[in-house]
């Protein structure tokens, strides 16, 4: 049997990953391979380690993607800072950090795991007091909780973790590239993210970066980390160190990477947050003008996530349907928790943009009211015009 000639419709990717890819990343993939220990590829190794410290906020010099997708830096960070017999704390407020549990349980740590309901930020009071008593080696916490579409603010967290002697593993794979997230000054010593959201590329890596403390914990281990794959010390020595072969790297992912990190800083981190918001403000306008309305309060919404209650009467999968097929717009449903309740609109990267906005509110309007739910034609759509003023 041959299969039939690759031929995927277009789609708008509104969903909560991937997000489409910027025209000018996928342009680069196309560009012919290198060996992944040609000079030329390692200059461009080097350029994009560069552009990655500085999209992130750091200086870190510990600071790569690694050759999988974001679940993959996740697993990475706890499995490198943590050994048996040691105490971790995570929080969970979603299905992220759901899985941040489960993983740092498989390291033969002590988990003492923090629940916040699903759709709420934690109140940090709440968590510097555990840390206190506690003092585990690491806290673990998602900063855009992309199940139910809440931030939460970390502030003053890495303060008290400095102070504690606590390592601050945090989960930026929605945040970077989004929303404002700047390593050095949050204090944060392991952050892992992923290509496919905010950064504009296709999945495949997981930007990485350790602070000189996650660094000397790094070295201080007494045991083998038990992943060969995702052990950071090995695959530094390729991308920081000597250079010496530990896979070969996904050179074509590489050239997307550094491409979509082009694109971030041409546009500067200031100016594209400020369209985050400013894309995010318009849809939500539309969507509570078409009776959409948010799970997470107004003080903890990521713009870059908006996770919506889907109104009651109104059917999930058959109506995600039907933004698919008949308007060619993927937008996700719930997770975990919100199976079935939820919708959820990415803006995130490339995608968070005007056009993004009416198309998505159109294709909804119409959905909602072949649902049965009374829809202004032109409601949703209108609101958003007027937000943009
Ligand atoms: C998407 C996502 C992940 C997982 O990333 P993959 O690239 O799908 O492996 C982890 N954490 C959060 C918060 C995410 O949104």
Redesign the pocket.
């Known amino acids: 049997m041959i299969a039939s000639q690759l031929t995927p419709n277009v789609r708008l990717l509104l969903g909560?990953?991937p997000s489409d890819a910027h025209p000018r990343v996928l342009t680069a993939m196309t560009t012919p391979l290198l060996g992944h220990l040609d000079p030329q590829f390692l200059e461009i190794m080097n350029e994009t380690q560069v552009m990655l410290r500085e999209v992130y906020g750091t200086a870190n010099r510990l600071t790569f993607p690694i050759s999988?997708?974001?679940?993959?830096?996740?697993e990475a960070c706890f499995v490198n800072l943590l050994e048996p017999g040691d105490s971790v704390v995570v929080c969970a407020k979603?299905?992220?950090g759901n899985?941040m549990i489960d993983i740092a349980e498989r390291t033969g740590a002590r988990v003492i795991a923090l629940q916040q309901k699903w759709g709420e930020a934690f109140d940090l009071n709440r968590i510097f007091e555990v840390l206190k008593r506690e003092r585990p080696k690491a806290l673990g916490i998602?900063?855009?909780?992309?199940?139910t579409g809440v931030s939460q603010s970390l502030e003053g967290l890495g303060d008290l973790c400095r102070e504690l002697g606590t390592l601050l593993i945090v989960?930026c794979?929605?945040s970077l590239g989004c929303t404002p997230l700047k390593l050095d000054e949050l204090g944060i010593d392991a952050a892992?993210s992923?290509?496919?959201?905010g950064l504009g590329c296709p999945?495949g890596l997981?930007p990485m970066s350790f602070s000189d403390r996650a660094v000397a914990a790094l070295k201080a281990r007494k045991t083998k980390v038990q992943s060969w794959y995702l052990d950071m010390t090995a695959i530094e020595s390729y991308w920081g160190g000597d250079r010496s072969y530990h896979h070969t790297a996904p050179i074509s992912m590489i050239y997307a990477l550094r491409e979509g990190l082009r694109i971030v800083l041409e546009e500067g981190l200031a100016a594209r947050w400020e369209r985050h918001r400013r894309n995010h403000l318009a849809l939500k306008a539309g969507l509570e003008a078409i009776g959409l309305n948010y799970i997470a309060a107004p003080e903890c919404r990521l713009p870059q996530?908006n996770a919506v209650h889907i109104p009651a009467g109104v059917e999930d999968i058959p109506n995600r349907k039907r933004m698919l097929t008949d308007f060619g717009i993927e937008i996700g449903g719930g997770l975990g928790d919100f199976k079935g309740k939820a919708w959820r609109i990415g803006l995130m990267g490339y995608n968070s943009k005007p056009s993004s906005v009416f198309q998505v509110l159109a294709a909804l309007e119409m959905v909602l009211r072949g649902a049965g739910v009374k829809v202004e034609p032109g409601s949703g759509i209108g609101a958003a015009e007027l937000a943009y003023g």
């Not at 999988?68 to 996740?74: D, I, K, L, R």
């Not at 998602?142 to 199940?147: F, K, L, N, P, W």
């Not at 992923?194 to 959201?197: D, N, V």
Request: aromatic share 10%; charged share 15%; with cysteine.
């Open positions: 909560p990953g999988a997708t974001g679940m993959a830096g996740m979603g299905f992220f899985r998602v900063s855009a909780e992309t199940s989960d794979v929605t892992f992923c290509s496919q959201k999945p997981s996530l």
